[in-house]
């Protein structure tokens, strides 16, 4: 009913590198480039927003994590904690961190449904922390919505051009 794979079918030919068009590649090796290139913005960019506003909220003692990849996600949920003193806030970043890290960590288990549900969630969990972060720095739902939504339609550029306006401004809320 169905056949299997012969293997005397296989065109030799596919692993022959005349068979790759060398513009497709240089297309796609600067592609990767530029890519590299603005995630290394785009990571300069967010780093200088969690440090200034870290020092300027109060957090100056961990500032410097901001600088930190991989860690510096302490930092964005540090600014976005809720809380009623600085022990509670603290300890409601990092266990923010801690799901965060646990999601991701799952979101890498192959071939299982979890791993779908787990960046799903993942992808919830940082436009909420985003829509705080945008409450603290607005004070207002409709625009830290409006800003949220901003942010993922222009792919973080919104977030990036905003926060570098208000890294070095107070909360509001």
């Known amino acids: 009913m169905y056949d299997s ?21 240089a297309f796609l090796l600067v592609l990767l480039l530029i890519g590299l290139v603005v995630s290394a913005i785009y990571y300069v960019i967010g780093a200088l927003i969690y440090y200034n506003a870290s020092k300027t909220n109060g957090f100056s003692d ?21 809380g009623e003193d600085d022990q509670t806030v603290r ?20 071939y299982l449904l979890v791993d779908i549900i787990a960046t799903i969630a993942i992808i919830g969990f940082i436009c909420y922390f985003t829509y705080r972060l945008f409450y603290r720095w607005t004070g207002g739902t ?15 550029l919104f977030f990036n051009i905003y926060g570098l306006m208000k890294m070095k401004k107070p909360f509001v809320a």
């Open 91 to 110: 300890a409601a970043a990092k266990r923010n961190a801690i799901i965060y890290a646990v999601l991701t960590a799952v979101s890498f288990i192959p």
């Open 62 to 82: 961990v500032a410097y994590i901001s600088w930190i990849p991989i860690v510096n996600i302490y930092s964005f949920f540090l600014l976005t904690a809720k």
């Open 5 to 25: 794979y012969d293997y005397e079918d296989f065109d030799p030919d596919l692993l022959d590198p005349e068979f790759f068009d060398p513009g497709v590649l």
């Open 142 to 156: 409709g625009k830290a919505v409006l800003y949220t939504i901003l942010t993922i339609i222009t792919l973080g």
